[in-house]
């Protein structure tokens, strides 16, 4: 939000000041994953601030994802990253799931076939995909219409695919805990950094749960162990 703005009553720059002390009170992270949303409103010094809030705690690298509140041209005007990690064996690759201004997901054949050349130009052993929108129906109607279309489709073609092994998925804009499975593969949605919203509610309706983060641990035989945090 632009600087001194509420969204929803809540200062979402504090919070995520909040929560990056906190996770980093508990652990140092090898990566931080931003799954999308990084800001609501406000253009690209939004976007440098939300840089800053991380650098000032954290040098590790970060991988910026674009949601439906994202601009993709500002964005990139403030030199977020947006390139995949390579992390020992493993690779998080980003999928840009969003469109400027849309709520639904869109993922056109091109950033399909672009993600598939992608991904089997990967050299590790396994890789994680991480993108904004859910990949499995959260039970919520309001959110569900707007999750990434035929996921199944696009899991089996990472599946198939060369390259590394699809070992899961890691996603933003639910507001909540998800932890789903496609195939043995965990699909983990990671609460927001701001506020959350009610699980399994027919419409937009918030929850009383404190702001939150997802830790990941990636282990070398390609599971992903995961323990949702909330702030204090
Ligand atoms: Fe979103």
Redesign the pocket.
Known sequence: MPQGELLLDTDTDATLQQVVQQALSEKSPSAIIAT??LVHGGGTPVYRRFLSIIAEHCNAPLLCLP???DLAAEMREAELPMQSLTLGTWSVVGLDSHEDDVPKANIDAAKRDALLRHWSEQTVRFALLAT?HPLLSIGSPWLDKDRIADPESLMDALIAASGPQFAGAVF??AHQVVQGHYCHRPLLGTPSTAFQFLPRSEKFSTDQRPPGYRWLTLDDDGHIHSQVRWLN
């Open positions: 999308g949303d949601g439906n509140h904004h933003g804009h």
